[in-house]
C-alpha cells in the first residue's frame, strides 16, 4: 500500500489534474465544433441538393470508416505540408472534429430520415417553405430521436482523446505515463486512478445525458 | 505511393492479416459477452441486473486504450504473460461487448412484455420463451446497430499498434518511419482499412432501409 | 437488387480520389529557416522528454530537464543572442522527422544517431554525444552479450537504430516496437521481453533509476548523436555547427555535460570525442 500513498502525492496529482484539465478542455471545445459540424453536414447530406449532398456524403463516409487515428496522424503530420503551423491540442481538436463531426453527421441524418415523411408533406401543403418545414417540424423531432446516440457519441468524444497521447497531447493518460515511466512502481495506482477519473467524467456525462433524456420525454 | 506499396506488401499484408483476425476474434467473444450480459440485465433476479449494470458503465465509460494497457502491462505482473496481440483482443471484447449489451438489451426490450407473457402462458419457462421466442426477435431488431458496432470494432483494433500487436497501424509506424514518408503510407492504410469498413458500412445502411 | 451492386466499386472510387488529394498535398519548402529564427528570436527544438539524463518531464514543474535541454538553450543564445528564447516540442523518434520535414520544429536535438539513411531525409551537424548501442536486462537475466538475444524477445522504441540494428546483431531475434521509452520499459517490466536495447546514455539513465536492472553487453554500435534540420536549410546548419564549436570552447558544453553526466559511470571521456 506504501506505493499508493507515495504514489498519489500532491505533487503526481496536481500533474494528473493538469492532464484532466487538457482532457476536458479538447473534450468540450471538439463537442461543441464537431456537433455544429455535424449538424450541417448531417443536413447538407439530407437536403438532396445535386452533387452538393453527394459529395458531402462521399467526405463524411470516408472519414466516419477510418480509424481516428489515422486521422489524427493526418491533421498532426499533415497540415503543416498546408502551411497550417499545429501543435499537439490543436492537431487534437481538428482530428476529433473531423471525425466526431462525421460521425455525429451520420446520426443527424438517419435521425432526420426516421421522422415519417408524412411530417414534412403536411408541412409543406401548409405553405411552409422546405427550409421553415425542416426547422419547425421536421428537425425537433429528429433531434429528440437522435438524443441517445448524439450523447453517447459524446462520451466516446471524451474517451478517444486518449487516443492523442500518440502526438503527445498532455492529457490525462499521457500525463499518467508519464509519471510512471519516472517510477514504475506507480503502474498500478496510476491506471487505477486515471480509470476512475475516466469513468467519473464519461459516467457523469452519461447520467446528465439520460437526465436530458427524461426531461425530453415528459 | 505505389513504389510503398510493393516494396513494403509483406508488412502490410502482415498487418491486415491481423487486423481481421483480431476483429473477427473480438467480434465473437463481444458477441457472446454482450449476449450474456444483456440477459443479465433484462434477468428477473436484481442482484444479475446490478451485475450487468456495472459491468456494462464500467466498459463503456473507461477508454478503450486505457483498458488495453491495463492488460498488457499490469496483468503480466500478477498472473500470466499477455502478448500485445491478446491483451488488444481481450480489450477490444470487453470494451465491445458493453456496447453490444446495450444494443441487444434495448432490442429485447423493444419486442415488449406482451410477447414473453404469452410465451409463459404457453407453459414456456422463462429460459424457453427466451431463447424461442424473445432473443430471435430481438436480434433481427438490432442487426444494423450491431454492424455498426463491427465497424467501429473494426476502426478501434488500431490501439493493437500501442501495445506491439503487429496490426495494420504497428506495421504503418514500422513502414512510414523505415521509408520516411509518413503521409503517403498512412494513405495506403486508410485504404485499406476502407476495404474493410466501407462495404460493411454500405451493406447496414441498406439493412437499415430495408427495415425502415 | 441491380442498383446495389454498383456499391461495391465506391471503396475503390474512394480510394483513388483520397490518392490523388493526398499527392496534391505534397509540396515543397523555400523558406529560409535561419531568417525566421533570427526574426523570432526563438528557435523550436524538437527534444525528448522521456529520456533521464537526455530531457524528462518534471512531474514538478510540467518543464522538460536533461542535457539537450541544456544545450539546446546554450546553443540558442550562442546564435541569436542572450535575449533569445528556446522552445521545446516533445517529440518521439517516431514523429522527430515528419514534424522537422512539415515545419512544426526548427531542429530536432533528440538523442539522435547520424546515419546514412536519415542523412537522405535531413540535414546532421557535427557530432555533440558519442553514444553506442547496449542492453537493458533484470539483474536476474542470464543474456550477457547481443548474441544471446537470438530467439529472445527484444524491446525497442519506432524509429531508432536500435531496431535495423537487432537484424544485424541478433537476426534471430524477435523485436517489439513501442512509441517511446517510458512504454518500452514498462513493457520490460511488465515481461513482454527479456531485455531492451537502445543507446547507452538513454539506458544508463532509466538503469540509475531503477533498481533490479543492469546494463550488458557493451556498446556493440558506434553512434554518434547529430543535430538534424530540414534539407537545404545550409544556413541554420553552419551556424548549429560554428556554435558547437564555440560552446565547447568556452566550457559551456563542459559545464553541462558534468552537471548531467559527472556522476555517471562510464561518460567521464564524453567531452574527447
Given at each position: 500500500m506504501g506505493n499508493f500513498a507515495q504514489a498519489y502525492s500532491w505533487v503526481d496529482i496536481r500533474f494528473l489534474l493538469q492532464g484532466l484539465g487538457v482532457t476536458i478542455y479538447v473534450s468540450l471545445i471538439s463537442i461543441a465544433l464537431s456537433f455544429i459540424v455535424g449538424l450541417i453536414f448531417g443536413f447538407i447530406r439530407n437536403m438532396?441538393?445535386?452533387y452538393l449532398s453527394a459529395i458531402v456524403g462521399f467526405c463524411i463516409d470516408i472519414i466516419r470508416n477510418l480509424p481516428l487515428l489515422l486521422i489524427i496522424f493526418f491533421t498532426y503530420f499533415g497540415l503543416p505540408e498546408l502551411g497550417i503551423v499545429t501543435n499537439p491540442i490543436l492537431a487534437s481538436i481538428i482530428a476529433l472534429v473531423i471525425f466526431e463531426g462525421a460521425m455525429l453527421a451520420e446520426i443527424v441524418r438517419s435521425g432526420i430520415n426516421a421522422v415519417p415523411i408524412g411530417q414534412m408533406e403536411g408541412a409543406r401543403s401548409n405553405g411552409m417553405t422546405y427550409m421553415q418545414a425542416m426547422i419547425h417540424v421536421v428537425l425537433p423531432q429528429a433531434l429528440h430521436k437522435m438524443i441517445p446516440a448524439l450523447l453517447s457519441q459524446f462520451v466516446s468524444l471524451v474517451k478517444d482523446t486518449s487516443l492523442a497521447t500518440i502526438i503527445v497531447l498532455p492529457e490525462l493518460l499521457f500525463h499518467a505515463q508519464i509519471i510512471y515511466s519516472q517510477n514504475s512502481t506507480y503502474l498500478i495506482p496510476m491506471y487505477l486512478i486515471i480509470s476512475v477519473m475516466y469513468f467519473v467524467v464519461c459516467f457523469s456525462l452519461s447520467m446528465f445525458a439520460s437526465h436530458l433524456q427524461k426531461k425530453f420525454n415528459s | 505511393m505505389i513504389g510503398i506499396l510493393t516494396s513494403h506488401w509483406s508488412e502490410f499484408i502482415t498487418g491486415f492479416g491481423n487486423t481481421i483476425l483480431c476483429s473477427l476474434i473480438a467480434l465473437f467473444f463481444s458477441l457472446v459477452l454482450g449476449i450474456g450480459f444483456a440477459l443479465l440485465e433484462v434477468a428477473p433476479i436484481k442482484f444479475l441486473r446490478i451485475i450487468a449494470k456495472i459491468y456494462i458503465e464500467l466498459f463503456r465509460n473507461i477508454p478503450l486504450l486505457v483498458i488495453t494497457m491495463v492488460f498488457y502491462l499490469v496483468i503480466p505482473q500478477f498472473f500470466f504473460k499477455v502478448s500485445g496481440f491478446v491483451a488488444g483482443t481481450i480489450g477490444l471484447s470487453l470494451y465491445t461487448s458493453a456496447f453490444i449489451a446495450e444494443n441487444i438489451r434495448a432490442g429485447i426490450n423493444s419486442v415488449g412484455d406482451g410477447q414473453m407473457e404469452g410465451a409463459l402462458s404457453n407453459g414456456m419457462t422463462y429460459t424457453q420463451a427466451m431463447r424461442y421466442v424473445i432473443l430471435p426477435q430481438a436480434m433481427r431488431i438490432v442487426i444494423p446497430p450491431l454492424g455498426n458496432q463491427f465497424i467501429n470494432l473494426i476502426k478501434n483494433s488500431s490501439v493493437l499498434a500501442f501495445v506491439a500487436g503487429f496490426d495494420l497501424m504497428y506495421q504503418a509506424d514500422v513502414v512510414a518511419l523505415s521509408s520516411f514518408q509518413t503521409i503517403n503510407t498512412y494513405v495506403i492504410v486508410g485504404v485499406f482499412y476502407l476495404i474493410l469498413t466501407l462495404p460493411l458500412s454500405y451493406y447496414m445502411r441498406y439493412l437499415e432501409k430495408k427495415l425502415n | 437488387m441491380k442498383k446495389y451492386?454498383?456499391?461495391?466499386l465506391l471503396p475503390l472510387i474512394f480510394g483513388l480520389v483520397f490518392i490523388l488529394a493526398a499527392c496534391s498535398v505534397k509540396q515543397s519548402k523555400n523558406k529560409n529557416v535561419y531568417q525566421e529564427v533570427k526574426q523570432s528570436k526563438t528557435i523550436t527544438w524538437g527534444v525528448?522528454?522521456?529520456?533521464?539524463?537526455f530531457g524528462l518531464m518534471s512531474v514538478k514543474t510540467g518543464k522538460i530537464e536533461g542535457f539537450e535541454i541544456d544545450l539546446a538553450k546554450a546553443l540558442t543564445k550562442q546564435i541569436l543572442g542572450k535575449d533569445a528564447k528556446a522552445k521545446f516540442v516533445q517529440t518521439t523518434p517516431k514523429t522527430r522527422i515528419p514534424l522537422l520535414k512539415n515545419g512544426n520544429i526548427d531542429a530536432i536535438l533528440a538523442t539522435m544517431t547520424i546515419t546514412p539513411e536519415r542523412a537522405k531525409q535531413v540535414d546532421f551537424t557535427k557530432p555533440y554525444f558519442p553514444s553506442g548501442q547496449s542492453l537493458l536486462v533484470p539483474?536476474?537475466?542470464?543474456?550477457?552479450?547481443?548474441?544471446?538475444?537470438?530467439g529472445k524477445t527484444v524491446l525497442a522504441v519506432k524509429g531508432t537504430t536500435a531496431v535495423d540494428n537487432m537484424a544485424k546483431f541478433a537476426p534471430k531475434a524477435k523485436v517489439l516496437e513501442y512509441d517511446d521509452y517510458g512504454q518500452a520499459f514498462t513493457a520490460l517490466k511488465a515481461g513482454q521481453g527479456q531485455a531492451m536495447t537502445t543507446d547507452n546514455g538513454v539506458l544508463a539513465g532509466i538503469a540509475s533509476e531503477n533498481r533490479g536492472y543492469k546494463l550488458v553487453g557493451g556498446t556493440f554500435t558506434q553512434e554518434p548523436y547529430g543535430i538534424a534540420v530540414n534539407k537545404g536549410q545550409t544556413k541554420l546548419l553552419n551556424k548549429l555547427n560554428q556554435a558547437l564549436v564555440e560552446v565547447k570552447k568556452n566550457g559551456t558544453y563542459h559545464r553541462i555535460v558534468e552537471k548531467w553526466f559527472g556522476g555517471v559511470p562510464g561518460f567521464k571521456e564524453v567531452e574527447n570525442e
Open positions: 438532396k441538393i445535386k | - | 451492386r454498383r456499391i461495391w525528448r522528454a522521456d529520456t533521464r539524463l539483474d536476474s537475466s542470464k543474456i550477457k552479450d547481443v548474441k544471446d538475444l537470438n
